[in-house]
């Protein structure tokens, strides 16, 4: 049975429009009935149909932090230009997720919701640009982290879908590393006595193991400098521990345990090789985009240089490096140096011609 | 009431002996009524009395694997020219820590166990060094990791004592990143219901809390390249999950909780700066010992721009970077590569003119 999360509401997200595509089937074999994609746009579609941009959203965020901090008429991601579709990926509490499984997704509810994949996603989406918004190309895809699987996903999948494409901080096979580190978020919740199997009747109650989760992202998802520099007083904080119990707790223990267990099992297994027996190459060799590959220098889940081997494979790709002394959660772009790059980036990439 | 634990005996451990120095004041107040030290040596004293090398443990280890990978007549740390003195840290499980505190300390057993810090540690071996070996002066202090944190509070605390140091993969004054990595390490103990607030009957008792311990290890204590290059696979294990469960999960439930959990509350706050008001400059120009500052290329707990940062505020230091593909756990000596470097610095300190 679903139930209440007051987190994940337009309270909380601002406007977004919640769109069905029907049945979806898995690729590990189950089925969402009625799946449900909440979806932020910004800007018009022109009539050629050929100005859309797809930003696929990270693990535990939404479109929130992207019509906040990437897109703007003073960002590359300009609404004047282009029409900019966000799409939450499934299990992100706004779209079809396992705390909010009710009516003809009722049966898949909470422990009951099946694994889903970073394919399913990406397949998903090209269903709904296609049947609900009459996209058949786009000038770009562009998204971090888990965002940046579905990215990769997008060009592999569908490389004559995709003209543009800009991962940031993400992989388009993930590393053992990370599949371990994403084990260790997922083992704070479990963990935690009172997620009862996923069967818990509140987030509150499995507030334990969400804190705990947040620890990880403290030691995994900043740099080491973050925490060197206190990087954290930009933020008006007084300690670090002001900055764990202000900041980063609370930012988790309001989401639903399950719903990241769902997104962090998809973040395990992201992996483009999957269209090609297992060969990286073969599948990296598929992508027509022109990619710009954004790792961010100090991340720790997605180090440089695990971008950069990939970025070797694919046939129009750049490798360039986004400095910021966050890490991984660079990407909420708390730093004033961090979108200035990105911009510099993405509007390199929208500008080339392809 | 101290408890039961067949790791920490001569079966595991082989030759060491149990040398007490008696009451022990504690830096925070408390008290360790007979305070007894697990001292394994190798070689003999010269007349002299000044070919004398102290070895302090790291969190986890004892003197088992500096016996087993560091010492040797093929290698600098040879018993053939210098007695070796390992010492193994107060919590260790070998010298009196929780769960062992009986006789004389059984009012410290388990929970009730006072807060260690590193510099109790090198007060204890300092008295022991001088009233059990009559040894006043030592040709080298190393250690890696917490033996690293030791070897410099040695070299602050007792400049006159010490001629040389090489704290390999370790700082002198713990960084904020490294605080919260090892809290984390105590979270997964303590989240256990198991352990009780520290008064479980057995180890075993806790194995939930200390596998998932094991696990931070895992994304932490290795490098991102030891997981994407397997090199698990050098250590005979046919996939990452039969490593975990084969050697890093073992390997640490073997152990005490509460013994990991006081030495981590110890490497928490590791600080030469202590002697000096906070004045890490001031604390690191004590030094007159020559030191040779040994970090491990991909260490994650100890990265070497915060040794480094280190090494430039010590009057005679060299800075030395050691290249380990498994990252800080490194130090086990596992890959054919490592052993080969850390003989050749410390044959060069050892043979340099001090």
């Known amino acids: 049975m679903a139930i209440e999360n007051g987190y994940y509401s337009h309270d909380h997200h601002g406007d977004y429009e919640l769109i069905s595509v029907g049945e979806l089937q898995l690729e590990e074999g189950g089925t969402i009935p ?13 009539e050629a149909r050929d100005n859309a941009i797809l930003i ?3 693990f535990s965020g939404t479109h929130q932090v992207w019509r906040d901090v990437y897109i703007g008429t003073d960002h590359a991601l300009n609404p004047d230009k282009y029409f900019i579709i966000c799409v939450d990926q499934i299990g992100s509490g706004l779209s079809t997720s396992p705390h909010n499984a009710d009516g003809p997704n009722a049966s898949i509810a909470m422990s009951k919701f099946p694994d ?8 998903a989406q090209e269903r709904l640009l296609r049947e609900h918004f009459g996209i058949d190309k786009l000038a770009l895809v562009v998204g971090g982290s888990m965002g940046a699987q579905q990215t990769y996903e997008w060009a592999v999948r569908f490389p004559d879908k995709v003209l543009r494409a800009a991962p940031i901080a993400g992989t388009a096979q993930n590393t053992p590393d990370d599949y371990l580190i994403a084990e260790v978020i997922r083992e704070q919740i479990m963990s935690d006595p009172a997620w009862k199997g996923g069967e818990y009747s509140s987030n509150d109650e ?12 403290a030691i995994k998802g900043f740099s080491t400098e973050f925490w060197k520099q206190e990087v954290w007083r930009a933020l008006d904080f007084e300690s670090k521990e002001a900055f764990l119990a202000g900041f980063l707790e609370p930012y988790f223990t309001a989401m639903d345990p399950n719903d990241l267990l769902t997104q962090a099992w998809a973040w395990q297994r992201g992996d483009v090789a ?7 190459a073969a599948a990296l060799s598929r992508i027509t985009a022109k990619v710009f590959v954004l790792p961010i220098d100090l991340d720790q889940l997605f180090p440089p240089a695990d971008c950069e081997a990939e970025a070797r494979l694919i046939p129009n790709a750049e490798f360039r490096i986004v400095n910021d002394v966050l890490g991984h959660l660079g990407l909420f772009g ?4 961090y979108m200035v790059q990105i911009d510099r980036h993405l509007q390199e990439l929208l500008d080339a011609e392809v």
Chains 1, 2 share one sequence.
Do not use: E, K, Q, Y
């Open 34 to 46: 009625d799946c449900r994609l909440a979806v932020a746009t910004f800007g018009t579609l022109n």
């Open 334 to 337: 708390v730093a004033p140096t």
């Open 116 to 123: 889903i994949r970073i394919g399913d996603n990406v397949v």
């Open 206 to 217: 499995v507030v334990d193991g969400l804190t705990r989760m947040s620890h990880i992202w």
């Open 56 to 58: 696929p959203t990270w």
């Open 274 to 280: 999957r269209h090609t027996g297992g060969d990286l």
